[in-house]
């Protein structure tokens, strides 16, 4: 990989890790791990607000990382970059052991 390509990949990894710096939104990916969830869901889940949640996933979005979907009058979001998938679930690993 040439120095460019590897500012580019570490640019884009470094971008990744700032929105998964962050706790509640490391909370609610993690949460999408296991398939879609509505904000109600996803709200229940997390003790959050509403308007919380809905504001952190609408910044995921803006990042790419999470996409949504309309079932009704429910909007139902998912992961939707491939790449965090494994990184949530290695995470979740070594951070929340079953015990």
């Known amino acids: 990989m040439d120095p460019a390509e590897m500012d580019r990949a570490a640019d884009a990894a470094a971008d990744v890790l700032k929105v998964l710096a962050n ?3 490391l909370r609610l ?7 879609e969830q509505s904000v109600g869901e996803l709200e229940e889940k997390l003790g959050a607000s509403q308007s919380y949640v809905s504001g ?3 910044r995921m979005r803006t990042e790419g990382l999470v996409s949504c979907s309309r079932d009704g009058r429910t909007i139902r979001y998912q992961l939707a970059d ?11 690993e070594v951070f ?4």
């Open 56 to 58: 952190q996933l609408a």
């Open 96 to 99: 929340c052991p079953r015990v």
């Open 23 to 25: 706790p509640a939104r």
């Open 82 to 92: 491939p790449r965090v998938r494994p990184i949530l679930e290695r995470l979740y």
């Open 29 to 35: 990916l993690c949460a999408l791990v296991p398939g």
